[in-house]
């Protein structure tokens, strides 16, 4: 049982990239996160889905897009990087908060990303 | 939105102290939880805790909802005990987003 996979762990971009994070759970959880972690500060949301097909937009979404095509997959994609957006990116999934008590979010081991 | 404080922001131990860590959070929230970041930067769930205490070995909570906070205690610590320690909270809303504290960070020397 894997949890919540994401990669890559490391990514070094140029101004004015694109790429795509991708993230993945073999929990069946509905719910899907989409964090960032900045030096020195906790985790702040950027965008969330709360099923397949569907996704909002978290405290700091600007300069992000996401998409959850399927279940099991929440992708995070910037298209035109910028220096602001060097971070570590965190992914996590969780089922329903509206079920039964005792439902924490499960994270990724992160991914480093460094915008020049 | 809602404010989550988290004190003291750096602790210092020598092995095999005592310590707690206290969360305080500006509104009623779904769920608190508690996260371990280690020095490789991976979080940890510690416990999943929106009213009264849990344990688990060395270390316990308790989330008082309706004065709003939470404590975290460590107890014999451990160096293995170092890094971050999180508090995130659940706004209301039912949508699972979590509002996250700015950390305390512990270093246990040997």
């Known amino acids: 049982n894997a949890g919540v996979t994401q990669t890559p762990k490391f990514r070094v971009l140029k101004t004015g990239q694109s790429m795509t994070l991708l993230c993945a759970q073999d929990m069946n959880h509905e719910y899907m996160y989409w964090y960032r972690q900045d030096p020195g500060m906790g985790l702040r949301l950027i965008h969330y889905s709360v099923g397949e097909g569907t996704t909002a937009k978290g405290e700091v979404p600007d300069g992000y897009n996401v998409s959850r095509l399927k279940k099991q997959n929440f992708l995070l994609g910037l298209e035109s990087a910028a220096p602001s957006q060097t971070s570590v990116y965190f992914c996590a999934s969780s089922r329903d908060p509206r079920g039964p008590s005792n439902q924490p979010q499960h994270f990724g081991d992160g991914t480093r990303l460094s915008i020049l | ?110």
């Open chain 2, 1 to 110: 939105g809602i404010q989550v404080e988290q004190s003291p922001p750096d602790l210092i131990l020598q092995e095999g102290a005592n310590s707690t860590l206290r969360c305080n959070f500006s509104d009623s929230v779904n769920n608190l939880q508690w996260f371990h970041q280690n020095p490789w930067g991976q979080l940890i769930n510690l416990f999943y805790i929106p009213s009264g205490t849990k344990q688990n070995g060395r270390l316990s909570a308790t989330t008082v909802a309706t004065e709003r906070y939470s404590l975290l205690y460590i107890s014999s610590s451990q160096t293995t005990d170092s890094g971050v320690y999180f508090c995130a909270v659940e706004a209301p809303g039912n949508t699972g987003k979590l509002i996250f504290g700015q950390g305390t960070t512990l270093q246990v020397k040997p």
